[in-house]
């Protein structure tokens, strides 16, 4: 089954201790993304990856790190995280950057809570 | 900024009635729209999208309307159905952006049986 896999599905820390939340599709896709879904606000773009070793900025990438080492994972890495993170988060995966408008497959999500 | 917006944050229709769910933009350069939808504990599932060639796209009880001069679009949903109940969020991109998606705020359908 076609899927993008999420780890944890919830998530709850306290400020400055460092997390990761791991993301692995199994269509071999080209281009990940990391997003955060907050009321109000809709979907806004973490991070991005055309490729293995390419990963680019979104549009709130601050206090976010994220790798690109195999084309299937995509982890998003919070080194010191702040209340302000809490967040719901979404990985999503698409074939190519060309189609990264279409066919986007979203994983479950991950619920943050740093306290 | 908000370059994508969805002024209505629920709506609420019953069930074999039209849903109406609206999406406002302001970035010129977006040439390529979609609508998602989420259900509660899952993520985003595409639903269908325009390209800024054409004016209208369907596919079977969903169509979206696209009017580039009021920077404005649309998805019909008919007939609502129960299952239709969703946050649905309306996502735009452009050339210039390359494939980054900017999405609006959501909307909240409940389809009333």
């Known amino acids: 089954e076609a899927q993008v896999t999420q780890n944890p599905r919830y998530l709850i820390t306290v400020t400055g201790k460092k997390l990761t939340v791991t993301c692995s599709q199994n269509m071999n896709h080209e281009y990940m993304s990391w997003y955060r879904q907050d009321p109000g606000l809709g979907l806004r773009q973490i991070y991005y990856?055309?490729?293995?070793?390419?990963?680019d900025k979104g549009d709130v990438p601050e206090g976010y790190k994220v790798s690109r080492k195999e084309k299937r994972n995509f982890p998003l890495i919070l080194e010191s995280p702040s209340p302000n993170q809490t967040s719901l988060y979404f990985c999503?995966?698409?074939?190519?950057?060309?189609?990264?408008?279409?066919?986007?497959?979203f994983g479950q999500g991950t619920r943050l809570t740093v306290v | 900024d908000q370059q994508v917006k969805q002024n209505s944050p629920s709506l609420s229709v019953q069930e074999g009635r039209i849903s109406i769910l609206n999406c406002d933009y302001t970035n010129s350069m977006f040439d390529y729209f979609l609508w998602y939808k989420k259900y509660p504990a899952e993520g985003p599932t595409f639903l269908i999208s325009i390209s800024s060639i054409k004016d209208k796209n369907e596919d079977g009880r969903f169509t979206v309307f696209l009017n580039k001069s009021a920077k404005h679009l649309s998805l019909h949903i008919v007939p609502s159905q129960p299952g239709d109940s969703a946050v649905y969020f309306c996502?735009?991109?452009?050339?210039?952006?390359?494939?980054?998606?900017?999405f609006g705020e959501g909307t909240q359908l409940t389809v009333n049986p």
């Open positions: 996502a735009a991109s452009g050339i210039v952006s390359g494939s980054r998606l900017t």
């Open positions: 999503a995966s698409s074939l190519s950057i060309r189609q990264a408008n279409t066919e986007a497959f």
């Open positions: 990856s055309m490729n293995v070793e390419v990963t």
